[in-house]
């Protein structure tokens, strides 16, 4: 079993900055696509940023050249760095991961707990 654990969120300012992680745990053998997702108080949840295993990333047009996803395959680890934060940015974050718990297994999806980000003023 795999656990993912995300820390980072909290309160900030219109124009300030966050960054999330989230470290997973566990049976791993490796790690596939790494993404962040949020949702909004009473919408649907979004796809954030997309970090894949051959090092491509991708952005949702709303956070594009705001936030940045990276990654570090050693530690098992995905980070989400956001700056210039609106009070459309206020979600609840979820980090995801698709991963291989052994070389024979197929592939499976693992959610973090969720982590609020709220910006106001």
């Known amino acids: 079993q795999v656990q993912l654990v995300e820390s980072g969120g909290g309160l900030v300012q219109p124009g300030g900055s966050l960054r999330l992680s989230c470290a997973a745990s566990?049976?791993?053998?490796?790690?596939?696509?790494m993404d962040w997702y949020r949702q909004p108080p009473g919408k649907q949840r979004e796809l954030v940023a997309r970090?894949?295993?051959?090092?491509?990333?991708n952005y949702a047009d709303s956070v594009k050249g705001r936030f940045t996803i990276s990654r570090d395959n050693a530690k098992n680890t995905v980070w989400l760095q956001m700056n210039s934060l609106k009070p459309e940015d206020t979600a609840v974050y979820y980090c995801?991961?698709?991963?291989?718990?052994?070389?024979?297994?197929?592939?499976?999806?693992?959610w973090g707990q969720g982590t609020q980000v709220t910006v106001s003023s």
């Open positions: 995801y991961m698709r991963v291989k718990e052994s070389f024979w297994g197929s592939p499976d999806d693992y």
């Open positions: 970090s894949t295993s051959d090092g491509s990333t």
């Open positions: 566990g049976s791993i053998f490796s790690i596939y696509a």
